[in-house]
Nanobody
Framework: QVQLVESGGGLVQAGGSLRLSCSAS???????LGWFRQPPGNEREFLGV????????GYGDSVKGRFTISRDNAKNTAYLQMNSLKPDDTAVYYC????????????????WGQGAQVTVSS
């Protein structure tokens, strides 16, 4: 069982930055980690993924070039650095862990955090 906890959400003005953290209750080095978000009334959207070693990352088109995923396996923590935020980025953000080598679909992630609210004002 892997418990994930997101932190670092909040209110930010358009154009600003936030960094979300995802802390795990157990060793994360065996898991691929993903970030997703769900705006109000919309489906969950894939944002990005990082391999277990951190050597490979992939991003969804809506955040490519603005968001960066990283991880520190020694701290059992992953990060989502969000820059140039827009009001459309307002959503609940989730981190998730998968035993798959690579996963871009929510269905491939078994463990999820509770989510962190990010609100971007115009």
């Amino acid at each position: 069982q892997v418990q994930l906890v997101e932190s670092g959400g909040g209110l930010v003005q358009a154009g600003g930055s936030l960094r979300l953290s995802c802390s795990a209750s157990t060793r994360l080095s065996s898991y691929t980690l993903g970030w997703f978000r769900q705006p109000p009334g919309n489906e969950r959207e894939f944002l990005g993924v990082i391999s277990w070693s951190g050597g490979r990352t992939g991003y969804g088109d809506s955040v490519k070039g603005r968001f960066t995923i990283s991880r520190d396996n020694a701290k059992n923590t992953a990060y989502l650095q969000m820059n140039s935020l827009k009001p459309d980025d307002t959503a609940v953000y989730y981190c998730a862990a998968s035993a798959s080598e690579w996963a871009t679909s929510a269905g491939n992630y078994r463990y999820w955090g509770q989510g962190a609210q990010v609100t971007v004002s115009s």
